[in-house]
């Protein structure tokens, strides 16, 4: 198996969790399997960065000393909030030249910057999609999964989910058994396909500011299979439904009703993923009450039945 070499691009104001977490996947896998990569991080003129959280990192080398990579890895920051011309220079001239391009977080911009997202499916932190797509409109920016690949180009969202790209990778490389034993190691889920949202449903929504409607949040979380009208919620949150439901609504950003939607959706999801309970099962548990209303839902929102689904994106057991 031939060895392949990553680079991890540094800069001022890089975020450390970009670097250290798929660095610590890349290097799993090394132990688990030697001789499969080699992780070398590189800055412009070799200087140490400074981190945006303060810490200093010490490259290996100068990135116009480093020969080129198999992976070329770009993290993200505030450094990508006004990036150094010599940088996205640098990334336009050796960076198709990659055999794997990958972005963690912001460092998509940086990819932006440089041209090589253009006529692509992108994703990035989900606080910088807007300016993603406003800046570079020729770039397909999508918010939602917390990765995307695209050919040999593959973005990821904040932060964590460069460690779930990362194990991605692994997994292509090498096979799901090594994958499975690096997250083991870190103590992480190889469990979240690219497509799965960056929000769970408690965060893609705010928390309520008064005790009441913050105690129908958790309860609606926690009985998604329960009578969750607006008129049940009132009498729990001891509101008139006309009262909550604008209460609601102005506190979390979103009905009462499209909250339920997406607690039951991922519910059921979680369910399909990590259970081998059937679809008939798992609508009631969700809440949907018929496997009909679920398949619609899914269809709604995923664009796949839950049986699709559930074949795409359950895990494989381990071997």
């Given amino acids: 198996m031939p060895q392949r070499s990553v680079l991890v691009v540094l800069f001022d104001g890089v975020q450390s969790l970009d670097v250290s977490g798929p660095v610590e996947v890349f290097a799993g896998a090394e132990k688990h399997t030697p001789g499969t990569y080699r992780v070398r ?18 490259p290996d080398a100068t990135l116009a000393d480093t020969p080129g990579p198999h992976t070329l890895l770009v ?19 050796h960076g198709p030249r990659a055999r794997r391009l990958v972005s963690v977080c ?11 997202l253009d006529g692509r499916r992108a994703t990035t932190h989900w606080a910088y999609c807007d300016r993603l797509a406003r800046d570079h409109p020729a770039i397909d920016v999508d918010p939602a999964p917390i990765y995307i690949r695209d050919g040999q180009v593959s973005t990821s ?17 090498l096979d799901r058994e090594a994958a499975l034993t690096v997250a083991r190691h870190l103590v992480v889920f190889l469990r979240r396909p690219g497509n799965q949202a960056q929000f769970s449903a408690q965060l893609a929504a705010q928390t309520a500011q008064r005790e009441p409607l913050r105690e129908v949040q958790q309860w609606i979380t926690e009985h998604p299979a329960g009578d969750l009208s607006v008129e049940s919620l009132a009498e729990r949150a001891r509101l008139s439904p006309r009262h909550f439901a604008r209460a609601f609504r102005t506190e979390t950003g979103m009905t009462p009703g499209r909250y339920v939607d997406r607690v039951r959706l991922e519910h059921a999801r979680r369910l399909l993923e990590d259970t081998g309970d059937g679809v008939e099962e798992i609508s009631r548990a969700s809440g949907y009450g018929t496997p009909e209303a679920m398949r619609r839902a899914f269809l709604k929102t995923l664009g796949a ?15």
């Fill in 305 to 319: 039945a839950p049986a699709e689904y559930r074949r795409r994106f359950r895990p494989a057991p381990a071997r």
């Fill in 41 to 58: 991080t590189a800055s412009l003129d070799g200087a140490p960065v400074r981190t945006s959280s303060g810490l200093t990192l010490v």
């Fill in 106 to 116: 912001t460092g998509a911009i940086l990819l932006a910057e440089a041209g090589l």
């Fill in 75 to 93: 993290p993200g920051g505030q450094g990508t909030r006004t990036p150094d011309p010599r940088l996205t220079g640098w990334l336009r001239e």
């Fill in 157 to 173: 969202a904040g932060v964590t989910s460069g460690i779930d790209l990362a194990l991605a990778l692994v997994e292509e490389d």
